[in-house]
């Protein structure tokens, strides 16, 4: 992150505008020649979907810019004022749209309920979407987990075993410190961990500061990375650390815990398998209404049973799919990000139908060879 602000420009899409902006490609927009990758310096009030619009003539093409930049940017709802990020150039396989899947008209959206993250208070609500679609891209896809994705990639843990140092407790500015509320903790901010348990970190060690969520039945609460800081002095009854990467809106009173190893990179070409281990997926990170790509949620496959990279295909069960499962039902592809003991991490990489939803089956269908 290069600017620090207060108000974080965010992606929000009324979903209204993402249903009309979903329609087949015109004749003209599947004409689009190949331009080169360029850079664009971030401005207030920009977000993923309004570059990707203006630069890929798509706005549904914007996790290609975030994936492009996952170096300066490690949440896509938050983008800062002089970031630089690379925009991919964009080719004849991006542009064209190959698959347009029908659905059945949405029911009306009532006030204040059915928000999904792409909610905009200032849109008219109670407009029912005609015929929503999904479009899928052509892409050449390599299996990829980068260090940044999987550092700031959540998982499901029981608190007790998270092995927790203290909490922040202030920032080290006076100036900030006077307000009652929790302070946000930006990059580079030195701050206070306290209430430190266990003995006081020593001096170069890595911490990590995660938000801790709701619980999920059977596997814990949803641990959030938040920001990864390192201790820099001792205090009285506290250590100094200075914030090195944010991953998303650290405050003063989340818990801190001792950073894990840095995680290595996978890359390789997919490859089908057949009869690929099968589980379900049991919560998503943020259980919006309405599930998009780059969304993240859990399965109850441990590191035993996928690999990361691994590739997944939600489906509706046979019974709601008509018995064809994998193939007619398909929901969804994701994309494992981290594995853990009983559980694992995916992203969503493309959606098929709007049913995703936590308690749908997945199967491993794709893995590096």
């Known amino acids: 992150m290069h600017a620090r602000v207060d108000h974080r420009p965010r992606i929000l899409l009324p979903l209204a ?81 190959i698959s347009v899947v029908e659905q059945a008209p949405a029911a009306p959206v009532e006030q204040g309920q059915g928000r999904s993250r792409f909610f905009d208070p200032q849109a008219p609500v109670g407009t029912p979407a005609a015929a929503p679609t999904q479009l899928s891209f052509a892409q050449e896809e390599d299996i990829s987990v980068s260090r940044a994705e999987q550092a700031a990639a959540p998982w ?10 203290g909490r922040v407790t ?24 306290g209430r430190l348990r266990g003995g006081s970190p020593a001096n170069g060690d890595s911490l990590l500061v995660v938000d801790i969520r709701q619980a999920v039945r059977g596997f814990g609460h949803k641990i959030v990375p938040v920001a990864l800081v390192r201790v820099e002095e001792q205090a009285d009854g506290a250590v100094v650390a200075v914030v090195l990467h944010q991953y998303g809106e650290a405050r003063t009173g989340d818990v801190v815990i001792l950073a894990p190893p840095r995680p290595q990179a996978v890359s390789g070409r997919p490859a089908d398998i057949a009869n690929g281990p099968t589980g379900e997926i049991v919560a998503f990170l943020d259980e919006d209404p309405l599930k998009g790509v780059v969304d993240q949620g859990f399965i109850d496959l441990g590191a035993d049973q996928v690999r990361l990279g691994d590739i997944l295909v939600a489906s509706l ?43 749908l089956p997945v199967r491993v269908t794709q893995r590096q060879p």
């Open 17 to 97: 505008l993402l249903i009309l902006m979903a329609l087949p490609a015109s004749p003209a927009a599947a004409q689009q020649q190949t331009t080169q990758p360029r850079e664009h310096v971030v401005r207030r009030g920009d977000t993923l979907w309004g570059l990707a619009r203006t630069y890929l003539m798509n706005p549904f093409l914007w996790p290609r810019i975030f994936d492009a930049n996952r170096s300066v940017v490690e949440d896509p709802h938050w983008i800062y004022p002089d970031e630089r990020l690379m925009i991919p150039g964009l080719t004849d396989t991006l542009a064209v749209p």
């Open 156 to 165: 499901l843990a029981d608190t007790s075993s998270l092995g927790i140092v």
């Open 170 to 193: 202030a920032l080290s500015d006076p100036r900030r410190r006077s307000d009652l509320l929790a302070q946000r903790v930006h990059p580079h901010d030195r701050l206070y961990v």
């Open 317 to 359: 069960p046979p019974e709601v799919a008509g018995g064809e499962g994998l193939r007619v039902g398909r929901v969804a592809r994701l994309k494992v990000v981290r594995t853990d003991e009983r559980s694992s991490t995916v992203r969503v990489l493309d959606m098929y139908n709007t049913a995703l939803t936590s308690g």
